[in-house]
C-alpha cells in the first residue's frame, strides 16, 4: 500500500509523545546539531519565538555531562510541550492534504520529512502516525522519507562510550511529580 497522509490530518506536529519514559518528560522534533542554525535563523526570519534542548548526548566518561551533542530538539509552544511553533494554526492556509501549513515546509527538519518512518529494513511506520490507525501499513511512496531517515541514521553514528539523554522537564501537569529534567544516563556502548 502507497503512504498517503490522511486528509486534514496535522497530528504529528500537534502531539508529543514521552519518550522513552514519562520519566524523561515530552520530547520535542529531532534537530540535528547541523539544522540547528538554520532552524534559529528560519525562527527569526518569521519572527517565531522557539525552543530548543539537547536530546542526545555521549561523553568518554560514566561521571561526566556530555561532551558532544548528536541531537537537539525543537519544543512544543504549548505549556504541555505540544504544536510545533513553526505549525500555522491561525492564518486558515491549508496544506496540501488538508491540515494546518507549516510554515518552513521547503526547510523543514529531516526529522519531519522522515515521519513517520522509523525503520528502512524492515519498513517500519510510527504506530501512532494517523495513516497507520486508519490504513494499516505502507511499503510504497516511501522514498523521501527513507532518504531522510538514512541521513538522520548516519548523522547519528557515534565512537562515543556513554550515550545521555537529556529529560525535557515538559508534560502535562498530572505527570509534573515524575518527569526530570536534565541529562540522564542511558546506556553505555
Ligand atoms: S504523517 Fe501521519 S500523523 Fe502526520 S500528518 Fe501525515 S497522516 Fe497525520
Ligand atoms: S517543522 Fe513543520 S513539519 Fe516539522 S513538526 Fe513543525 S510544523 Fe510540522
Known amino acids: ?79 504541555n510541550g505540544n504544536t510545533c511553533p513553526f505549525l500555522d494554526t491561525k492564518s486558515g492556509k491549508k496544506s496540501t492534504h488538508g491540515g494546518f501549513p507549516c510554515k518552513i515546509y521547503e526547510n523543514k527538519p529531516l526529522a519531519c520529512s522522515a515521519y513517520p518512518l522509523i525503520e528502512t529494513n524492515p519498513i517500519t511506520l510510527d504506530q501512532k502516525c494517523k495513516f497507520c490507525k486508519e490504513c494499516g501499513t505502507a511499503d510504497k511512496n516511501l522514498n523521501f522519507e527513507t532518504e531522510s531517515l538514512l541521513k538522520i541514521k548516519e548523522s547519528m553514528q557515534t ?29 553505555e556502548i
Open 1 to 79: 500500500m502507497e503512504f498517503r497522509c490522511i486528509d486534514e490530518c496535522s497530528q504529528c506536529c500537534i502531539e508529543r509523545e514521552y519518550y522513552p519514559t514519562k520519566e524523561f518528560g515530552k520530547i520535542g522534533v529531532l534537530i540535528l546539531p547541523k539544522e540547528k542554525k538554520e532552524i534559529e535563523k528560519l525562527a527569526e526570519l518569521n519572527k517565531i519565538k522557539i525552543k530548543i534542548l539537547p536530546r542526545i548526548g555521549i561523553s568518554e566518561n560514566r561521571n561526566q555531562t556530555p561532551s558532544k551533542i548528536l541531537a537537539y530538539q525543537l519544543m512544543g509552544v504549548e505549556k
Open 159 to 187: 565512537n562515543g562510550t556513554y550515550i545521555w539523554r537529556y529529560a525535557t522537564g515538559i508534560g502535562e501537569q498530572e505527570d509534573y511529580g515524575i518527569i526530570k529534567t536534565g541529562w540522564i544516563l542511558e546506556e
